[in-house]
């Protein structure tokens, strides 16, 4: 599954840990409604966090599909892979997922399942409009052990499909996300001495020393390892897998109270740039 805009369709994960699961890799659409708590004091990290999904901003190449003679492929996706668009599962090899099934709908709609281990962890449904210039989402990301992450995006088309193809097929740019529920907006974080702390409703967390060793990312499936160092005013966590770094994500409360985030998609370069505003 696509892991380039979900907090990304990352739900939580891109929140929290900043990591790049499947998606989607932001979380933006409408801010919520509730009212924040009082704006942190500047430097004042710790505390409960929502990210304004309206601040988002994406700084990424075109996500980039093709669906046609009964095959689907992500080809943008790190790593990009194939399937057959049979809605039957077949196997993979992505961090959060081990098989995929992609079903053709109609010619404007598919729906995308991933499972990992037997336990699907991911379903998302795509529809193209009528003009086949919008492409619109919907997830349920259930990829860690706590409450799903949910949300909508929609994106603009920017590349047009190969003839013959089906409407998702060709290049799209990330536009908006909507609706994201509190799991793949809201995480805490708490620093103490040296120790960084980060959780979220999701049921990802971990626990670093700032300047230390690696540590695992507890509720990730992929086998995320995180590590925390201070620079300035500025905390930065840097994830690996497999001893690779994936992607880093810097946190700086500015003077105006609200957390201001920058996630970096080491694979393929992608950036993120959003904001958040203190709850407790």
């Known amino acids: 599954m696509r892991k380039t805009i979900m907090a990304a369709m990352a739900a939580a994960s891109l929140i929290a840990i900043s990591g790049c699961k499947q998606q989607t890799s932001a979380n933006e659409g409408n801010a919520s409604t509730e009212a924040p708590a009082a704006p942190a004091s500047a430097g004042d990290i710790n505390g409960t966090w929502k990210a304004d999904i309206s601040s988002v901003q994406f700084e990424t190449k075109?996500?980039?599909?093709?669906?046609?003679?009964?095959?689907?492929s992500c080809k943008s996706c790190t790593p990009a892979?194939?399937?057959?668009?049979?809605?039957?599962?077949?196997p993979v090899s992505l961090p959060y997922a081990d098989s995929d099934a992609v079903k053709v709908v109609d010619d404007h709609t598919i729906v995308e399942t991933a499972k990992k281990g037997g336990k699907q962890v991911n379903e998302a449904t795509f529809t193209?409009?009528?003009?086949?210039?919008?492409?619109?989402?919907?997830?349920?990301?259930?990829?860690?052990?706590g409450a799903a992450a949910?949300?909508?995006?929609?994106?603009?088309?920017?590349?047009?499909?190969?003839?013959?193809a089906h409407a998702?097929?060709?290049?799209?740019?990330?536009?908006?996300?909507?609706?994201?529920?509190?799991?793949?907006?809201?995480?805490?974080?708490?620093?103490?001495?040296?120790?960084?702390?980060?959780?979220?409703?999701?049921?990802?967390?971990?626990?670093?020393?700032?300047?230390?060793?690696?540590?695992?990312?507890?509720g990730d499936i992929a086998n995320t390892m995180v590590s925390v160092t201070k620079e300035g005013n500025a905390y930065k966590t840097t994830r690996k897998r497999d001893g690779k770094v994936v992607g880093t994500t810097t946190f700086t409360v500015g003077d105006d109270g609200r957390l201001h985030a920058e996630s970096k998609n080491e694979m393929n370069g992608a950036v993120t740039k959003w904001t958040a505003d203190k709850q407790s």
Do not use: C
């Open 62 to 72: 075109p996500d980039e599909m093709l669906l046609q003679n009964g095959t689907f």
């Open 128 to 145: 193209v409009s009528a003009d086949g210039n919008t492409l619109t989402g919907k997830f349920n990301d259930t990829s860690a052990p």
């Open 168 to 218: 998702i097929s060709g290049q799209w740019k990330p536009a908006k996300l909507s609706n994201f529920n509190d799991a793949a907006l809201t995480f805490t974080l708490e620093v103490a001495g040296d120790t960084y702390k980060s959780s979220s409703p999701d049921g990802t967390s971990f626990e670093a020393k700032i300047g230390g060793p690696d540590v695992p990312v507890k």
């Open 81 to 90: 892979y194939t399937v057959p668009a049979d809605g039957a599962f077949h």
């Open 150 to 164: 949910t949300g909508e995006f929609t994106e603009t088309r920017v590349g047009a499909a190969p003839a013959g």
